[in-house]
Nanobody
Framework: QVQLVESGGGLVQPGGSLRLSCAASGIIFRIYTMDWYRQAPGKQRELVAAITSGGSSSYADSVKGRFTISRDNAKNTVFLQMNSLKPEDTAVYYC??????????WGQGTQVTVSS
């Protein structure tokens, strides 16, 4: 079955950086668009960044210029490099893949806390 495993979260000071990783198994990774979402306490889950099978990326306005999504198809892994982190970036970050219109898969999430 499909499995997405995130890692790399933690506590960082404002202005700092973190790199999240999501290792995928059970899918032909290279053919799918991969996404990162986040959910802050009391807020809805929101799309942060996406990368297509061809490597095209898109970002939420709130993270443009600070976050970079990338993928390594040889390692079935998608990354999210987060720079210039702000307290409002604090959230649980989830890796996601839409396998079909009706079937998608989520990772377990990794906590990112930005605080001094």
């Amino acid at each position: 079955q499909v499995q997405l495993v995130e890692s790399g979260g933690g506590l960082v000071q404002p202005g700092g950086s973190l790199r999240l990783s999501c290792a995928a198994s059970g899918i032909i990774f290279r053919i799918y668009t991969m996404d990162w979402y986040r959910q802050a306490p009391g807020k809805q889950r929101e799309l942060v960044a996406a990368i297509t099978s061809g490597g095209s990326s898109s970002y939420a306005d709130s993270v443009k210029g600070r976050f970079t999504i990338s993928r390594d198809n040889a390692k079935n892994t998608v990354f999210l490099q987060m720079n210039s982190l702000k307290p409002e970036d604090t959230a649980v970050y989830y890796c996601h893949v839409a396998l079909t219109i009706a079937h998608d898969s989520w990772g377990q999430g990794t906590q990112v806390t930005v605080s001094s």
